[in-house]
């Protein structure tokens, strides 16, 4: 069972910004596109953004708008999602989840075409 660890969820007021952080095996850096969904309270999961093995593409969920950017430390073997601007609509756990190939599309968000979740970190956005 691969083993996706997030942190650095927490609670952030409108405009603020939190950065969230995967540690992913290698072995599972080095051949699969890594993603984040999230699930706010009574929603379906929904993709955020996900990064291609070696960081070659990237992709963003359309309602990201700019606000937040997805990145990688492969010697820390981290995948960061950095969210900026927040808007109590981002409250939500977010997951980071590896994807079933070594690359990515808006298709990956959309259809959640992941096989590996990490448990989840809570992200909550109030005044």
């Known amino acids: 069972q691969v083993q996706l660890v997030e942190s650095g969820g927490g609670s952030a007021q409108p405009g603020g910004s939190l950065t969230l952080s995967c540690s992913v095996p290698?072995?599972?850096?080095?051949?699969?596109?890594i993603g984040w969904v999230r699930q706010a309270p009574g929603k379906e999961r929904e993709g955020v953004s996900c990064l291609s093995r070696r960081g070659a593409r990237i992709h963003y969920a359309d309602f990201v708008q700019g606000r937040f950017n997805i990145s990688r430390d492969d010697a820390l073997m981290t995948v960061y999602l950095q969210l900026a601007n927040l808007k109590p609509e981002d409250t939500a756990v977010y997951y980071c989840?590896?994807?079933?190939?070594?690359?990515?599309?808006?298709?990956?968000?959309?259809?959640?075409?992941?096989?590996?979740w990490g448990r989840g970190t809570q992200v909550t956005v109030s005044s």
């Open positions: 290698a072995s599972v850096l080095e051949r699969y596109a």
């Open positions: 989840a590896a994807a079933s190939g070594a690359y990515c599309s808006s298709r990956t968000l959309r259809e959640l075409d992941f096989n590996s």
